[in-house]
């Protein structure tokens, strides 16, 4: 019986270490550690056929800082970035580089919303053709990058995709003036 036990804590502390290694907490200075969402994925529109893509977080665009937002698929972490998304068409990141991708975290939303969340990411990718829009059904960039649940992230990387800027929950005007003025540089 105490073989039982012992074959049984060895094998969920395996269990454990495995599903962690797989996970890399973000590091300012430091490469983002990459992301491969397939179950979802980078909203693509032509207008009248919206599709979804497999996305990496490492193709990025070459020479162009990232601006990723990461946020749980609920209202309440939305609001976290109200602020900052107010601010983002008139900050006119395209005139310094930036590219901004949003991912929503749709296995962080509250049972029953997924489709609804779904569609409002499909309706603001074709407001905002510009923009990379990405659902992330199983959450595998919020277990990857060990981002709090139920909450938002924001992630500004260099050209080089090494992190410059990072910040979890609610962005405040200090927390704003900060980001853009990495972005800016």
Same mark, same amino acid.
């Given at each position: ?10 094998? @969920? /502390?395996?269990?454990?270490?495995? &599903?962690?290694?797989? %996970?890399?907490?973000? $590091?300012?200075?430091?490469? #983002?550690?990459? *992301? ?38 609920? @209202? /309440?972490?939305?609001?976290?970035? &109200?602020?900052?998304? %107010?601010?983002?068409? $008139?900050?006119?990141?395209? #005139?310094?580089? *930036? ?10 939303s509250i049972w029953g919303s997924g489709p609804f969340v ?10 905002q053709p510009e923009n990379s829009f990405v659902i992330d ?11 709090? %649940? ?36």
């Amino acid at each position: 019986m105490a073989r039982i036990k012992k074959g049984k804590g060895l094998l @969920l /502390s395996l269990l454990f270490l495995a &599903s962690n290694i797989y %996970a890399q907490s973000i $590091q300012l200075g430091s490469p #983002l550690p990459e *992301v491969a969402i397939e179950n979802g994925g980078e909203v693509h529109s032509d207008g009248a056929v919206t599709t979804l893509q497999p996305w990496h977080s490492a193709l990025r665009q070459a020479g162009t800082r990232q601006l990723i937002i990461h946020v749980a698929g609920r @209202l /309440s972490a939305k609001q976290q970035l &109200s602020g900052l998304i %107010a601010l983002l068409p $008139q900050a006119q990141l395209s #005139l310094y580089h *930036v590219h901004t991708t949003t991912i929503v975290n749709l296995d962080d939303s509250i049972w029953g919303s997924g489709p609804f969340v779904e569609q409002s990411i499909m309706s603001s990718k074709k407001h905002q053709p510009e923009n990379s829009f990405v659902i992330d059904k199983s959450g595998i960039a919020a277990h990857r990058w060990q981002l709090l %649940a139920q909450s938002a992230a924001i992630i500004a990387t260099d050209p080089q995709g090494k992190v410059i800027f990072f910040h979890q929950g609610e962005c405040l005007a200090w927390c704003r003036q900060q980001l853009f003025g990495m972005l800016e540089q």
